[in-house]
């Protein structure tokens, strides 16, 4: 691996001359297939947390522990051996998405297939990739500095991210004192493009809801109830088909009211991005043409206006050959986006309402919510963000951009609103990753690369300790 930084420093050496293990390290881990959403994966959950917590104690970490919870245990580390020094609180997640559709994957989804410098599996970028970086980064650290470290380090990764967090939003609410910190660092998110650090400086919330509609009371003949009874099915789509409008716009009453555009600097920044909207549509999207709310830039849609999106419906009968069967019950998963100065409660009070208003005739609606996280719009001036900005600039060679993320990561909101501290997103995943899709893959010289520069962004953090305050 060639070094992209002009300069060498001692972490980067530790990193080129330990690649081969460290690469094998992470293939142990991302063939744990420890995906939160199916019950049946729960022992692969606790292999994953414990081999986490063992990577932690292996790099010099403290106090390392697997915390218990309701749902997928929590794992907590620190080293807090700098005094007067900034303390950086990491996250990251250990469960991953589930691979299907198989058929798809060119290589089995959790056993690790290099190919063209990326690794291949799932978990390699979202995110088992890029929150080891920051273990190892620690590891690197202390190796050069004879066991110290330059800032002071907490660790705290979940096993629920991919279901919505509700584990770690309760922790971090109820332990204020065990996570003090002066800044969160997370790399969850992306390079704009290959080569172009960047710090993502937003994120859109999310709400994750269910809507069950009920017909009938038991499946029907519909050659005997066809024409006179309900369907859920057709309600559902009914129902949903009233939400947005051939334009893009959500018809659900305020949802638009409390959005907050963009300042002018962001709207400026963005326009000297390198995006190709035909790129974009090629490359990431792979359709036909791009759709979404008229009179927005395509970078405006999909990080800084609110999005309603249905992710599935399942009722009736699916399988092979035929079933003329009016289904007595079907389900919609349907999830909000939303963005700086929504609040998800009234968000979530204004859809019960449409539908309830909406709900056709001889149809029974049910929401439940399954999350729930507003948006975060971190300082772009906070010391901590032109420190990390630096950091960036000094291993890749160019000037950092800010961006957002349309995506959602609800811990970061528990951060600034528990523990009052802005989160560093500092990711090193590129576009076509493949997240959440089959072929997920991780830049191997973007997981070399992350190390360094999360290690040189500690150093720097300990150096300028006097711009950061506890």
Not at 287 to 299: D, F, I, N, P, R
Not at 316 to 339: D, Q
């Amino acid at each position: 691996m060639v070094l992209p930084a002009p300069m060498h420093r001692p972490t980067d050496t530790f990193v080129e001359q330990h690649q081969d293990r460290l690469l094998e390290e992470l293939k142990d881990f991302l063939r744990i297939p420890s995906i939160s959403t199916l019950p049946e994966h729960q022992p692969d959950i606790a292999a994953a947390a414990h081999f986490v917590a063992e990577s932690l104690r292996s790099a010099g970490i403290e106090n390392v522990e697997i915390i218990p919870t309701a749902g997928n245990p929590l794992i907590y580390g620190d080293w807090l051996h700098a005094p007067s020094k900034p303390t950086v609180l990491c996250y990251g997640h250990y469960d991953v998405q589930p691979p299907d559709p198989l058929e798809l994957w060119h290589s089995p989804p959790f056993e690790p297939a290099i190919h063209d410098g990326n690794i291949y599996a799932r978990g390699s970028s979202d995110d088992k990739g890029q929150m080891y970086m920051h273990i190892k980064a620690a590891e690197a650290l202390r190796v050069v500095h004879g066991g110290k470290l330059p800032v002071n380090l907490k660790f705290l990764i979940e096993g629920e991210e991919e279901i919505g967090g509700a584990s770690i939003s309760k922790f971090v609410a109820e332990n204020p004192a065990k996570l003090k910190a002066d800044v969160a660092l997370v790399s969850d998110t992306q390079l704009y493009a290959e080569g172009l650090p960047t710090l993502c400086i937003g994120l859109r919330g999310l709400v994750y809801m269910e809507v069950e509609a009920t017909g009938p009371d038991r499946d029907l003949h519909s050659g005997l109830y066809g024409g006179a009874a309900p369907n859920p099915i057709s309600g559902l789509i009914e129902l949903l088909s009233k939400c947005k409008d051939a334009t893009g716009s959500i018809r659900i009453p305020g949802m638009y009211d409390d959005v907050a555009p963009p300042a002018p600097v962001e709207r400026e920044s963005w326009k000297r991005l390198p995006f190709d909207e035909a790129e974009f549509l090629r490359r990431e999207v792979g359709a036909s043409e791009l759709t979404g709310e008229a009179g927005y830039s395509v970078l405006e849609r999909v990080w800084a206006r609110p999005t309603m999106e249905v992710h599935g419906i399942a009722g009736g009968f699916t399988g092979a050959g035929s079933k003329t069967v009016i289904p007595s019950k079907a389900v919609a998963k349907i999830s909000f986006r939303l963005v700086p100065n929504q609040d998800p409660e009234k968000i979530l009070t204004s859809f019960g309402d449409f539908m309830q208003y909406n709900a056709p005739p001889g149809i029974r609606l049910q929401l439940r919510v399954l999350s729930a996280a507003p948006a975060v719009l971190v300082d772009p001036d906070h010391p901590a963000i032109r420190i990390a900005a630096q950091a960036f600039s000094d291993m890749l060679g160019k000037p950092t951009v800010l961006t957002r993320n349309g995506g959602s990561i609800p811990v970061v909101g528990d951060f600034a609103r528990h523990l009052g501290v802005p989160t560093i997103l500092m990711g090193f995943g590129l576009p076509d990753d493949g997240l959440h899709s089959p072929n997920e893959k991780y830049r191997l010289a973007n997981y070399y690369t992350g190390i360094m520069t999360i290690a040189h962004f500690f150093e720097k953090l300990g150096e300028q300790s006097g711009a950061m305050t506890s």
